[in-house]
């Protein structure tokens, strides 16, 4: 069934449902700049924004986190650390609700990790679809689309005065109906006004880009184009950091006298010292060939393992890289070096 709640009411909603837990949601930083931050209230949350700067992937798998701690005198006796408290989280857009579809597959597969794990179960997904998408966006290329609901446990779309809220799990179900007296049922009109918003956004993205564009084949560029492409890397690591479907990782130990902690922190196949190996032969020196490598994984290998691409469309390496080296920027790239329109 699908509800309608009154954006007034959102904020007494999200205040009971996080009775025992933390609030993440988009909010306005002093620059203007949209994040989502852990919030002990909804007083200031945004209910209408741009896609957020960062990716959420930072409160699923964050940039640095310890993962246990332990002694000298037991090393045996490791110390896990678990968040404690169950998040609700508020205001996803659907390009990363599928990002985290395909972090749960990547977490699960051949050693699922607790952590992350910890941290979906005990987090309830409240999405909020996105009706005017960004020039940067591009979900439709990437079988994804502003109505995509899968992963959500609420999904809610914004009509104007009133959200349409449809539940797409048992916990979204209970956030509902625990809640009722917020909630009135939907009527033709708003489901009405609901279709042609999504029409209308739908519409943007295709004429940015169309969802039937022809990706070129990664593997005939030659390695001039990524020779050039490589010329405005400054091997940041932005793109991956920014990238909502990056989950490269390092681990390394930390001993404080007798006290030690094992920490994961993020990493990038960008960054040269990513292939380094025990005794310093180094894979991927070269810096168009880890350009290569990072487009080829998200175009091809990807595709072909999880049969979809890994890459949301969600535009954030276009905002994040200095060098213009987005993933919407390399698509057009590369579609200009298979026309020939390259050597013009
Ligand atoms: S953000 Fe741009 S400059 Fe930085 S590593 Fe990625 S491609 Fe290179
Ligand atoms: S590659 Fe770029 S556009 Fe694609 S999901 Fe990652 S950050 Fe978003």
């Known amino acids: 069934m699908t509800f309608i709640i009154a954006k007034e009411r959102i904020t007494s909603w999200l205040r009971k449902l996080i009775k025992q837990g933390i609030l993440v949601a988009p909010v306005s930083l002093a620059n203007g700049d949209v994040i989502f931050k852990e919030l002990l209230t909804p007083d200031n949350i945004l209910l209408e924004y741009d896609q957020p700067l960062f990716s959420p ?20 006796n490791l110390e896990a650390i678990f968040d404690k408290f169950p998040r609700v989280f508020f205001g996803l857009r659907p390009c990363d609700v599928k990002a985290l579809n395909q972090a749960d597959v990547f977490f699960s597969e051949y050693y699922p990790d607790p952590y992350y794990s910890w941290r979906r179960k005990r987090t309830l997904i409240i999405t909020n679809s996105c009706t005017q998408p960004l020039s940067r966006c591009f979900c439709n290329l990437m079988g994804c689309s502003p109505s995509y609901q899968q992963g959500s446990d609420v999904f809610l779309l914004d009509i104007g005065d009133v959200f349409l809220a449809t539940a797409h799990s048992e916990k979204g179900e209970k956030a509902i109906e625990t809640f009722r007296h917020f909630f009135a049922e939907a009527d033709i009109c708003q489901l009405e006004c609901a279709k042609h918003l999504v029409s209308e956004a739908e519409a943007t993205l295709e004429n940015h880009i169309p969802a039937s564009t022809k990706i070129p084949d990664i593997t005939q560029m030659p390695s001039a184009f990524w020779e050039k492409i490589s010329k405005r890397c400054f091997s940041c690591g932005s793109c991956s950091y920014n990238c909502p479907l990056c989950f490269c990782y390092n681990i390394v130990d930390r001993a404080d006298g007798s006290f030690g902690k094992r920490i994961r922190t993020w990493d990038s196949c960008i960054f040269e010292g990513f292939s380094r190996m025990a005794g310093g032969h180094n894979l991927d ?9 990072r487009f080829t994984h998200k175009l091809k290998l990807y595709p072909e393992k999880y049969n979809t691409p890994g890459c949301t469309g969600c535009g954030r ?21 298979v026309s020939g329109d390259a050597q013009k």
């Not at 930072?58 to 045996?76: G, I």
């Not at 390496?317 to 070096?337: F, T, Y």
């Open 57 to 76: 992937k930072n409160f699923f798998f964050p940039q640095q986190e310890t993962l246990f701690k332990f002694t000298k005198q037991s090393p045996q």
């Open 285 to 293: 020196k070269n810096k168009a060939q880890r350009l290569q490598k």
């Open 317 to 337: 390496c276009s905002s994040a890289c200095l060098g213009r080296i987005g993933m919407k920027e390399v698509l057009q790239a590369m579609d200009k070096e």
